[in-house]
């Protein structure tokens, strides 16, 4: 069946740290990848998405690339800030489905 | 314009009792899912609708879950005879129903099962 990894948290940085937040996933065929963030107290919001092999998706500063070859998807950002805080989760659409399926979620918590 | 609605905010409710949860879409949204998210973990698919037609219903965990949408826009998630493993958060999504679709989150209902 179709699956998404996520590395563990809690994740903790200092303000203008790098971020990675590893997510590899198992599906078949070429599913659409997707980065979600849920901020303290408000719901799920799109990040970020990738449709088809080696696109790069990019929003407010993260960037996340769609690698067929490792099924990867690595969320990535330059310097975070104290309002990146928010827990993260890696999500998978498969090519024959519209349903989503979530890792388990990374909190990331930035210290000024 | 306005996003996914969910009513109400928080439920408790006690073992055995029935509970409605509803969900309003963004106007126009031809599909629709429920994801019941445990704490700490990552949202799991319950049920999708595309208008009122109910295309998918394999992560309901038992037959004590009803979902239905009559009129292809308000959703409604039954619970019977509430268990205390129900308790969690339950997400509304909705999308245009296009492949691979952006599917845009409400803010959920805590259900608590004392």
């Known amino acids: 069946g179709n699956s998404v990894t996520q590395m563990e948290g809690p994740v903790t940085l200092s303000e203008e740290a790098f971020l990675t937040i590893n997510c590899t996933y198992t599906?078949?065929?070429?599913?659409?990848l997707f980065w979600y963030v849920q901020y303290p107290g408000e719901g799920l919001q799109l990040l970020l998405k990738?449709?088809?092999?080696?696109d790069k998706g990019s929003n407010k500063g993260f960037e996340a690339t769609y690698r067929k070859e490792t099924t990867s998807f690595h969320l990535e950002k330059g310097s975070v800030q104290v309002s990146d805080s928010a827990v993260y989760f890696c999500?998978?659409?498969?090519?024959?489905?519209?349903?989503?399926?979530f890792g388990e979620g990374t909190q990331l918590t930035v210290n000024p | 314009g306005a996003g996914v609605s969910q009513s109400p905010r928080y439920k408790v409710a006690k073992r055995g009792q029935d509970v409605a949860l509803r969900c309003d879409p963004i106007?126009?949204?031809?599909?629709l899912f429920w994801y019941q998210q445990a704490l700490g973990q990552g949202p799991e698919f319950l049920t999708y609708?595309?208008?009122?037609?109910?295309?998918?219903k394999s992560g309901l965990p038992s037959d004590r879950f009803f979902a239905e949408r009559p009129e292809g826009s308000v959703s409604t998630l039954k619970i019977q005879r509430t268990q205390q493993e129900d308790s969690a958060v339950y997400l509304c999504?909705?999308?245009?129903?296009?492949?691979?679709?952006?599917?845009?989150f409400g803010p959920g209902t805590r259900l608590t099962v004392l």
């Open positions: 106007s126009g949204h031809v599909s």
């Open positions: 599906a078949t065929g070429y599913p659409s």
């Open positions: 999504a909705s999308s245009l129903g296009l492949p691979f679709d952006t599917q845009y």
């Open positions: 999500a998978l659409i498969p090519t024959s489905g519209s349903r989503l399926t």
């Open positions: 990738a449709t088809k092999a080696d």
């Open positions: 609708f595309q208008n009122e037609a109910q295309l998918d």
